[in-house]
Structures are given as structure tokens and as C-alpha cells.
């Protein structure tokens, strides 16, 4: 992964005037995220992983070390420096996967000045997006979840390039989607491929039917027939055709899928026709524009859906489309360090988050406190990279989904609906809250 | 560019069921975009080079062929056909950076149907995000234009991964920002770099003072100092002591940065300020979550300001996240092709875009029609790959800027404002009139 010049111009700069200056200190720097957008309950934290790589990784090379020469900006010294840089500082976060609230430190780098500056915008980039999926496809799921269906992520073509339709894709299916269209994530991340078949296909047939059989020849265990290219109700009857073809060969039609018109009315008579043709295990999938609130209303209404195709909104967090993910100094060889300005103050100080369980066996609340004291709860950040080293073991795809999905169980119900209206309790620890007085009041706040 | 596997898993699938059938009709789509974003006025076609390179240059290689075997869902034949695999069509594009409209063909692909059908994906993949950047971006150079003030790209940390920050810091450049502070991207592109520093340097140093003057040591010549770390108006004075000190050495400060607070009253204070001290030269950049709206807002209330460095909502065309752009059948060896239900109808036959010059210079409408229709107006569709190869010449990126800036220009200002009420004049030309009455006739529509 060579991400070491996919930086901001800045981090470079404020690197050469430390190395200038002779200013190398060690500095904490941690990364949290401001707000949840309106109507969600949490975050999924993710790129973490993704982000342990690129630390232990980062590397200047010759060309990037003679673009930098070549722009005239740094002195030859700096250029030696970066040729020689490695990231050798220890980091603690969450594991991939964790769900998280606002203001919690997720991720903390502890190194020289100028290696936990250099990161902050690779960071930023990979971490943003990465939960930002993750954390969209949930309230997808869950919708969908509450009317026994699954998720089927669709994205690619409306993903911010490819990297986006790849790493949505993994996020997606970390979150609980069941599988993804993309083949280079399947590629890439062992991740089960679905699809059924574009309109082109069934257009460049004489007629629907001929269009469904000769999908069906090369397909016959395995073909999810779009029924809506011309009139959905007979694209449903010409299906029903074909599956009880299939089924006399021993053979069984997959589903088909609804892509326009009122998805609710039509699964409903889409579900009538197929049972009454002996085809009840024909799945119907439905696709179109679909988000968490379209799915709720669907589930609502009883629609017979049971596979949703969600494509724009998930890949694209549409309309959220990015999250205010930030990376703070907390503390350097002068102590503890704390932005003041009220619009955008930062917790100070080196910090752990605590989660607590209630009697119900569902978390309860989260407590930020400094990362030495004593709290009684589960410290959420575990050392992931020592001396430039990854320490913590990198663990396998499904293993993450595994663990995603099961602390997602452990949320309380009310904090998993398309429109929370509360907050989860994160409080601050004693001994954060002293320090955080002392620093106001020592700078007149 | 290694995309072959970047297809949705219908595409290949749709493809083996053509290769099965033997049916391998000579197939155009075009692609287009449906609508504009609530306010917009255009879009501009992006994304239409990569697109090129894509498409001549697919292969799959060993690896991707044994992924594919590996899943168990194709035949042998098909997966020998993939391996010889070649994209040996035809594709008319409009110029990279040309103003574009819904609904309007900027893309035509004509070949084998196997090969027409599995680039779709991917083609919408790049030209979507790109094409919504760059639109985006031109709403925001726009709006700091009509202010006198340029704008900057700061957006990679909330980019959509790393290809989203490089490709978009490309499109925000030939839509008009002056620079980006993506280093990868001034790398790979040539895009000039613009770049200030960040709170946490401020911070490690023991006074802002101090940390100015450290900066302003490496960066004689260029330095942008940020104010509003602690108060912005100490800060400004801060800055202009050290300003003053660099004009006593016969250097210059190149500016200070806002990036909280009211930007306009603050920069009204600190032009002043500045000016007091003989500072006339100092520029005002200002950030924070700024968008073309509030740009709009500072401008109308003349804000001093000179550079506005625009992150999240550019990067991310927040809120509108994703664009409507589709890939459509609309001929084959049947003829002429055209999707007929209602919500998603389509144009058929090959098609041309026909740009009309009004009696002022501006653009006055667009026509679109058959492709050899005669129509008075100058074709936006160029050949630019025959028989898989590229033959029209990859443009150099500051001629794709200079291009598609002279371009807005000749869009009447209506269509550049920020709430555009009306849209610009697509009108249908007879010929495909006909075509489109026959067809829904034909098909009982």
C-alpha cells in the first residue's frame, strides 16, 4: 500500500519546519468523530485495519522523494529525512468492526511530532469512509432485518471510483449486507458475489421469454430473472413459465427481481402468482433506488421481499456523503494539549473508552477517561502497532463480520431504528474531567 | 489501468449466456445522465479520458481467470473467451471537460454485445464521480469568482478513498481551482499544490508567536499562517509581526488562514489589521466547511477574502453524493432499441448532441438527434476509439482546464448561479422525434 505521499501538502510543510527546528518530540495524536448525522444511532468503526497497514508500511521512494525536489519547496536535509522515514510509534485503537459513538477516541498514535503528523490525512481518508459505510449499511440491514430480509450491496456504479466501490463493498459486507455485485471485491476480499440481469439482456431478445430461457440454459441453478423490462405481471408469469421448465429438469429458478413501479403492491401479487405456480421458493429481490427508509416502509407494508438490492445510497452514504472524522493533538512533551476554541474543542490527554454492560446484557453506556485510570468496563483500544510494528494479529474477513454483527446485537434495540432520537450515554471519567477544568482554567476559559 | 474484474457479476453473466447462445450481435449504448442536482445548472463531462484508457486496454489476466473458475459458475468456454478477451469496438465521447446536460449522449459505445455489456460498470463508475466533481467544483469556483477569489481543494480526508481524492482533486482543477493540497494528486497529475498547517503545530509550540516565527523560518517566501487557534485577532496581530519581520529581510508573507468563527466579519477585521501594518500584500484564505452556498454568502456580504479552501462538500458533492448516469442499449442488429416503462424511458438509435451558438456568443440550445441527421450546430461526440484503439490524442491536463473553462464561459450566467430556476434549452430533432413516436406506437404505448 504506498499511500506515504497521499497526504495534504500541510503535514509535509509542518514536518519540514520540526525538522528545521530541531523539534522532535513525542506527541499523542487521537482520532474521533464529531457528531453522528441526523436519525443514527452509531458508528461502525472501520478502516482500521486498513489503517494499521499503512502505518507499518509507509515508505518514500525515489520518484516521490524527486517530485518533492523538483517543486522547489523543501531543502535538501528534509528530503534526506524523508528518504530515511519510517514510522516507528506505537498505536492503540478499537478493533474493526466496533460500534462507536461520538467523541470517542477510536484510533491513537503515539510517535515523534513528525511521524504522527505525516498520517493524518491518509488516516482521515481511509477511516471517514470506511465507517461511514459500514455504519450506513447497518441501518440498511437492520431495516431490512426486521422484515426478515437481507442486503445485497449494488453500488459500484454510483461508487467515488474504484477504491470506494471496493473498500464499500468489504465495509458493506462487514456491516451484515450478504454479499456484493462488485467481482473485484469478491476478488480482492473472498466476499460471495450476487446479480441477476440487466434490462439490455431481456431487450436483446426478440421477446421476455426467449430473454429468460436462454439465461436460464446457462444458468439453471442459479438465475434471479428481471421481471419489469416491459410489464411486470407478465414478466412474472413468463418467470413462473421458466421456473416450471427448470423444475420439470430438476432444476430451480433462483428469484426474480422487481427494478420500478410500487415494490410493495407488486411483490405482493408477484408472491400470489408464483405460489400459485407451485414456485414458493422462487426469492424475490428488489432493487431501485432503495435506501434504509424505503426499506422500513416497505417491511411496514408487509411487502413478500426477500433479498433488497441497495446500490446509490449505501455505497455513496447518500445523502450523509461524508462524516466529520478528526485527528487532535492530545499530548506532547509539554503534557497534555487541548483545543479551546468552543466550536471545536478536543478532550486532552493520552484516553481509553470503557464500555459497560447492564442487567439486560446490552450495553449500557461508554466512559472516556483518561487511559491510565481505573474504570470498571471494557477498555476498547488495544495496542495494534508497537516500535512501527504491527502487534495485534490482522484478522480474517469473516471474523470481522462475525464480531461487527455481534456487538451490534449487544446495542440496545432503540439505538438501531432509521430515526434515532437519543443519544447513547458516553460520559467523562473523573480524572479527564479534572484535567479538562485545569487546562480551561489555566487559559482563562 | 487493471479494471477487467471492476464489473458487477451480471455483466459477465449476461455475457455467458450471450456466449452460450451464440448470440453476439453487434450492440451501441450510450451513456447519459438523467437529471441535474436540485439548483444545478450543468454538469461537466468528466472522466471521459480514463474512460478511453479503460476500455483499450481491458485484459484478464491469470489471476483474474482463476478467480472465476474458482467460483464454480462458469463454463470452461466462457472462461477461454474472457481470457482472449479484447475490447475491439467503436466509442464517440464528447471533450474531456465539455458542459453537458440530462439526458444527452456523452459516451457511445458500438460493439460486440458481449464487449458493450461488461464495460458498463465500470465507465459509470469514473464518469458519475468525476463528472459530479468537477460539476461541483464549478459551482464553487463560480461563486468565489463572482467575489474576485479563487478556490483551493482541500478535500482528501474526506475524499471516498484514495482514488476519490486523487480523480476528484483532478476534476476540482480543470473545473477551476487553482491547486490541491493532495500530494499524491499534484504527483500523478501536475496539479499545483496549496497548503497553510494545521492547529496541532500551532499547539506544540509554546506560544503562536513561536510557531510562526518557526514556520515563517523554513517557508520564507510562503507561508500561511493560521489564526484561530486561540483568538483570531491576537492571532492576526501575531501574524503581522511576523510579517513585518519578513518584509524587514526582503521576504514575503504569503497569507493567514481563517477557519472558524464568522469568516466575514473576521476577514473585514483582519484585512484592516493587516493593512495597518503595510500587510496590503497578505491574502486571506478562509476554510471551514465551506460550500458554494456559503461562498455565495460571504461574497454578497464582501468578505475580504482571496483563497477559499474547500474540503468536504466539494470532495464529497455533499449532499448530493451521487449522480443519475446510466449506460443504455439503444441499438442492436433489430435496430434501434428503447426502454418504455414510463419512469425510466430511454431514447433510441445512435445519437448525436448538436450545440447551437445564440446571436450574443453564448450557447443558446442543444439538439439531439440521430447521429446522421443533419442538424445546424456543432457535434459534441467525436470518434475517439476505432477498432479498440485510441485515435483521438489524451489531451494534457491544462489544456482539458483551459478547455472547459472557456466552455462555462460561453454558458449564459443563468445556468452558473447557485439556484439555477430554469433549464438549459435540450431540444429533440425531428428525425429521432419519428423514431421515438414509431417505437411507442409499435410497442401500444
Not at 528518504?83 to 510509534?89: D, Q, Y
Not at 426478515?148 to 474504484?162: K, P, T
Not at 403492491?265 to 424475490?284: F, M, Q, W, Y
Request: hydrophobic letters at 45%; glycine letters at 8%; one cysteine or more.
Amino acid at each position: 500500500m504506498d499511500k506515504a505521499m497521499l497526504t495534504d501538502l500541510y503535514e509535509l510543510t509542518m514536518m519540514a519546519a520540526y525538522v528545521d527546528g530541531r523539534k522532535d518530540d513525542t506527541a499523542t495524536f487521537e482520532l474521533s468523530i464529531r457528531t453522528l448525522p441526523e436519525g443514527w444511532g452509531y458508528y461502525i468503526a472501520n478502516g482500521i485495519e486498513d489503517a494499521i497497514d499503512y502505518l507499518t508500511g509507509i515508505r518514500f521512494d525515489r520518484r516521490d522523494i524527486a517530485f518533492l525536489k523538483k517543486k522547489g519547496l523543501f531543502k535538501q536535509s528534509f528530503l534526506d529525512f524523508l528518504e530515511r522515514f519510517r514510522f516507528a510509534g506505537e498505536v492503540h485503537a478499537v478493533r474493526e468492526g466496533t460500534p462507536i459513538f461520538p467523541n470517542e477516541p477510536i484510533l491513537r498514535v503515539t510517535a515523534k511530532l513528525t511521524q504522527a503528523q505525516l498520517v493524518e490525512s491518509a488516516l482521515l481518508n481511509m477511516i471517514n469512509f470506511q465507517t461511514m459505510i459500514a455504519s450506513k449499511a447497518s441501518r440498511v440491514v437492520n431495516a431490512a432485518a426486521r422484515g426478515n430480509a437481507v442486503v445485497a450491496e449494488f453500488g459500484l456504479r454510483r461508487a467515488h471510483e474504484e477504491d470506494a466501490g471496493l473498500k464499500g463493498a468489504r465495509a458493506a459486507y462487514i456491516a451484515g449486507a450478504v454479499g456484493t455485485s462488485n467481482v473485484k471485491a469478491g476478488m480482492e476480499y473472498g466476499i460471495p458475489l450476487a446479480g441477476t440481469m440487466a434490462h439490455s439482456f431481456i431487450m436483446s431478445f426478440s421477446t421476455e421469454l426467449e430473454a429468460f430461457r436462454a439465461y436460464a440454459r446457462t444458468f439453471p441453478d442459479r438465475s434471479t430473472l428481471l421481471i419489469d423490462t416491459y410489464d411486470t405481471l407478465q414478466g412474472a408469469e413468463h418467470a413462473a413459465i421458466v421456473g416450471r421448465e427448470l423444475a420439470a429438469a430438476g432444476k430451480q429458478l433462483g428469484g426474480v427481481r422487481l427494478d420500478s413501479g410500487n415494490l410493495g403492491a407488486l411483490a405482493k401479487k408477484v408472491r400470489t402468482l408464483l405460489d400459485d405456480h407451485g414456485l414458493a421458493k422462487v426469492r424475490i429481490v428488489a432493487s431501485s433506488d432503495l435506501n434504509e427508509y424505503k426499506i422500513e416502509a416497505l417491511v411496514k407494508a408487509d411487502a413478500p421481499i426477500d433479498i433488497y438490492g441497495v446500490g446509490t445510497d449505501l455505497i455513496a452514504a447518500k445523502p450523509v456523503a461524508a462524516i466529520p472524522g478528526i485527528y487532535k493533538l492530545v499530548a506532547d512533551n509539554g503534557g497534555a494539549r487541548m483545543k479551546l476554541s468552543p466550536e471545536k474543542r478536543s478532550a486532552p490527554g493520552k484516553k481509553q473508552v470503557f464500555r459497560c454492560v447492564g442487567a439486560d446484557g446490552k450495553y449500557a453506556q461508554d466512559i472516556v477517561a483518561l487511559h491510565d485510570e481505573q474504570i470498571a468496563g471494557v477498555p476498547l483500544m488495544t495496542l495494534a502497532v508497537k516500535n512501527g510494528r504491527r502487534v495485534r494479529p490482522k484478522p480474517a474477513l469473516e471474523r470481522i463480520r462475525d464480531y461487527a454483527l455481534g456487538e451490534v446485537a449487544k446495542l440496545p434495540n432503540k439505538f438501531k431504528g432509521i430515526d434515532v432520537p437519543s443519544s447513547y450515554p458516553v460520559e467523562t471519567a473523573p480524572a479527564l474531567k479534572a484535567l479538562i477544568a485545569t487546562l480551561m482554567k489555566r487559559s482563562g476559559y
